[in-house]
């Protein structure tokens, strides 16, 4: 297995899987008391270098459901903020005795960079870097689309199809996706408008439109909806609210068009009433609450994998 965890780009087909289904077993036992001492003894720091709920949280919940020690680290009150260097921060928290960093940063290749820098021989995850990847993120969605057409085994995503809709140009989450579901056999088409998509495709075998009614009209199992990030971006670049959630909110409206078995994702956070209306993010459509959920699972599976070398639970 793994050692590292930074992109879905170094994952074939088979390491896909054999991750989503060392997921889909943890979450089959999670009521098992022998999870609780898969990573005891164990220490695991998140490194955190932007702010984040869901993403910390669940890492978290998935180091300590594994019985491992968890330390949270944040700029806001650190060393950092006295002018200490990111990798004398790493090496600091090195010298106490890690076997796992799993790192937020601002700057894309930034968990590339700790592992080529030598300062931590602890596993490093990477959990977003800029506007480059969100493997994590990108695996959770790939267990809860499978929980949601009843895949399992060694089942993948051909003839599933998958829009992805908003500030792709910016969206970490969008990349990743867009690499693990296409690997995994799912036909990607990214969405948004033309000044939020990315010059080329990620992959030859990604799409790209601009056009949401058009893209929706071809039938997709799989809506998944992003966020638009006005934080990452120049003012020229955001339409009017008005604007956007007339060409690409996903409403109510354009989700009853969608066939019958299509689901609906977003990665969160959401702003209701932008890019998604609350009555589609509640609906029965949808599955961010169980992306939340599957999200404890898929990342108990990384740090399992990444620490230990296993490949299947040891229970």
């Known amino acids: 297995m793994i050692r590292n965890f930074t992109s879905t780009s170094n994952l074939g087909r088979a390491e896909a899987l054999s991750l989503i289904k060392l997921a ?63 990798y004398d921060t790493i090496a600091t928290l090195e010298a106490m005795g890690l076997d796992a960093v799993v790192l937020r940063s601002p700057v894309s290749g930034a968990a590339n960079d700790l592992i080529e820098s030598g300062v931590t021989q602890a596993a490093v995850i990477n959990a977003g870097d800029g506007t480059n990847e969100h493997p994590t993120q990108a695996l959770l969605d790939a267990l809860t ?11 993948v995503f051909e003839g599933l199809s998958v829009l ?23 036909k990607v088409t990214l969405c948004g408008p033309t000044n939020l998509l990315p010059e080329e495709s990620p992959l030859d075998r990604v799409g790209l439109t601009h056009d949401f009614d058009e893209a929706l009209a071809s039938g997709p199992d799989v809506v998944m909806m992003l966020r638009v990030q006005k934080e990452r971006m ?46 589609v993010a509640d609906g029965d459509r949808s599955v961010i609450r169980k992306q939340v959920t599957n999200g404890v699972f898929a990342r108990m599976a990384v740090l399992y994998s990444t620490i230990t070398g296993g490949a299947a639970l040891d229970v």
């Open 164 to 186: 992805i809709t908003g500030d792709i140009k910016h969206s970490r989450v969008a990349r990743s996706n867009a690499i693990l579901l296409s690997t995994l056999g799912a």
């Open 234 to 279: 120049d003012q020229a670049l955001m339409q009017t609210n008005d604007a956007y959630i007339a060409g690409y909110q996903l409403s109510s409206s354009r989700a009853s068009r969608l066939p019958s078995q299509s689901i609906v994702m977003h990665p969160g956070p959401m702003i209701r009433e932008l890019e998604i209306s609350s009555e």
């Open 145 to 155: 689309i499978r929980e949601s057409f009843g895949l399992s085994g060694d089942e």
């Open 24 to 86: 889909e077993d943890i979450r089959a036992q999670q009521n098992s008391p022998q999870l609780r001492n898969l990573l005891a003894h164990r220490t695991v720091a998140n490194v955190f270098y932007e702010d984040s709920t869901r993403t910390r949280i669940s890492f978290e919940l998935a180091a300590k459901r594994l019985g491992a020690d968890v330390v949270n680290f944040s700029t806001n009150g650190s060393s950092v903020s006295k002018g200490e260097t990111f």
